[in-house]
């Protein structure tokens, strides 16, 4: 993995980063203006990753939902998005995010979603990386996750970072992901490839001027 060609500061602006085929993607924040890209990556959606996601099969994402993913003050609520080019626009392929719980906020509530089409490509690696440096920026303690319980894949990766993982009363898993000043992270391979990406993305933050080009991400 390298990083090069400083054009701008990762944490405010975003990366580039190439996907196993060589396709890039740019990984930026949400902002009111992606509505309309969010709305298209929904209609991406298999009825199985909306479930995963929203803990039921939504079979559209009402105006107002779109607009609270979309209006976000990158503090309380945090959100990244994950953008291909499309013609003379953009496709979104990915969002991480989080949601600062008001009554403990030190914890936040995290999500990802990655279109089917370009699931298993590291991009959910790469955003919960992201996501855990900038928890750290905002003085997180606990990234959270509320997962199905049919959820294996996401069950097994969060026990593979090191997660305490759990059932609630109500039928659910939570995933509670420690975050520290440097990641602590168990002997697992899901968990070195997790702090590769990290250590590149938390090296951005040092290039000045500051941007990076994250190559390798498959590796
Ligand atoms: C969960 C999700 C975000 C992972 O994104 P992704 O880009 O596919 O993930 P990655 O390629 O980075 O792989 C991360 C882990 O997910 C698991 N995974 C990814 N794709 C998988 C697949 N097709 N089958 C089984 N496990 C898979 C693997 O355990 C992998 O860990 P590894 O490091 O041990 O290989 C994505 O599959 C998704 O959007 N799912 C639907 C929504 C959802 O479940 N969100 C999480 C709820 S918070």
């Not at 626009?89 to 999500?111: C, H, S, T, W």
């Amino acid at each position: 993995m390298t990083i090069s060609k400083p054009v701008c500061k990762p944490l405010e602006v975003g990366f580039e980063i190439p996907l196993k085929d060589g396709e890039r993607a740019q990984v930026r924040p949400i902002s009111p203006a992606d509505e309309a890209i969010l709305l298209s990556a929904f209609e991406e959606l298999s009825l199985e990753t909306r479930a995963h996601r929203w803990l039921t099969p939504l079979s559209a994402l009402p105006e107002r939902m779109v607009y609270k993913l979309t209006h976000v003050d990158q503090h309380n609520h945090v959100a990244w998005g994950v953008a291909i080019p499309n013609g003379s626009g953009q496709r979104g392929i990915g969002v991480g995010r989080f949601v600062r719980l008001e009554d403990a906020p030190q914890k936040a509530e995290f999500a990802l979603t990655v279109v089917d089409a370009y699931q298993g490509k590291r991009i959910g690696t790469f955003l919960l990386a992201l996501l855990y440096r900038l928890a750290q920026h905002e003085g997180i303690a606990t990234l959270r996750g509320i997962i199905a319980p049919d959820h294996r894949s996401m069950i097994l990766w969060m026990k593979a970072l090191g997660a305490n993982v759990y059932h609630t009363p109500d039928g659910l898993v939570q995933a509670d992901l420690s975050v520290e000043t440097q990641p602590q992270l168990p002997n697992t391979r899901s968990a070195q490839r997790f702090g590769r990406i990290f250590d590149l993305i938390q090296a951005g933050d040092n290039v000045h001027p500051l941007q990076s080009h994250v190559a390798g991400l498959a590796q």
